[in-house]
Antibody, heavy 120, light 107 residues
Framework: EVQLLESGGGLVQPGGSLRLSCAAS????????MIWVRQAPGKGLEWIST?????YYRDSVKGRFTISRDNSKNTVYLQMNSLSPEDTAIYYC????????????????WGQGTMVTVSS | EIVMTQSPATVSVSPGERVTLSCRAS??????LAWYQQKPGQPPRLLIY???TRATGIPARFSGSGSGTEFTLTISSLQSEDFAVYYC?????????FGGGTKVELK
């Protein structure tokens, strides 16, 4: 069974840092691009970052967040620095529907999410 | 950034009814449009991609159509498990963007 499991969320003060992890199983992880998407409480979905042959970020997190992966551990990470209350959300990782290389930026498997709360 | 606008924000439907959800893009997407379903406390679930291709395991009552800037998701006969929020997502350029969602609720 294809699965993604996020961890690393929690309560952090403004200006603080967190590193989220997403452990993958049930598929050939190294062959797939991965993404992070977040959802603020009661709000819609917001794409944050993609790790493909290169990395991509939305403007509001560029320079503060870093996506990376360790194929030996089947894990993708999101390092988040200089956090602000506006970053409070559930953070989901997801996999591309097709193995790389692909431009079909569509996501067929999602984790259950990890909650990040930025508050003093 | 391409802005995705979904309408209506909420639709009230009875089981067995047909429902059509709309998604409009601020620029042409060709057919690079996906639809997701999200239920409370759950992650999104991929329904449709390429504007009209059903994802694996998605029932035939879900269908997508459109191209360019206008897209629709149709549920031909709403089942109880279909009450949820539906999001469209564009993917022909960066940044990837989602619509604000349409909530399908019980009438």
């Amino acid at each position: 069974e294809v699965q993604l499991l996020e961890s690393g969320g929690g309560l952090v003060q403004p200006g603080g840092s967190l590193r989220l992890s997403c452990a993958a199983s049930g598929f050939s992880f190294s062959n797939y691009f991965m993404i992070w998407v977040r959802q603020a409480p009661g709000k819609g979905l917001e794409w944050i970052s993609t790790i493909a042959s290169t990395t991509y970020y939305r403007d509001s997190v560029k320079g503060r967040f870093t996506i990376s992966r360790d194929n030996s551990k089947n894990t993708v990470y999101l390092q988040m620095n200089s956090l602000s209350p506006e970053d409070t959300a559930i953070y989901y990782c997801a996999k591309y529907i097709y193995p790389s290389p692909t431009v079909t930026r569509v996501f067929d498997t999602w984790g259950q999410g990890t909650m990040v709360t930025v508050s003093s | 950034e391409i802005v995705m606008t979904q309408s209506p924000a909420t639709v009230s439907v009875s089981p067995g009814e047909r429902v059509t959800l709309s998604c409009r893009a601020s620029q042409s997407l060709s057919s690079d449009l996906a639809w997701y379903q999200q239920k409370p406390g759950q992650p999104p679930r991929l329904l449709i991609y390429g504007a009209s291709t059903r994802a694996t395991g998605i029932p035939a009552r879900f269908s997508g159509s459109g191209s360019g800037t206008e897209f629709t998701l149709t549920i031909s006969s709403l089942q109880s498990e279909d009450f949820a929020v539906y999001y469209c997502q564009m993917y022909n350029s960066w940044p990837l963007t989602f619509g604000g969602g349409t909530k399908v609720e019980l009438k």
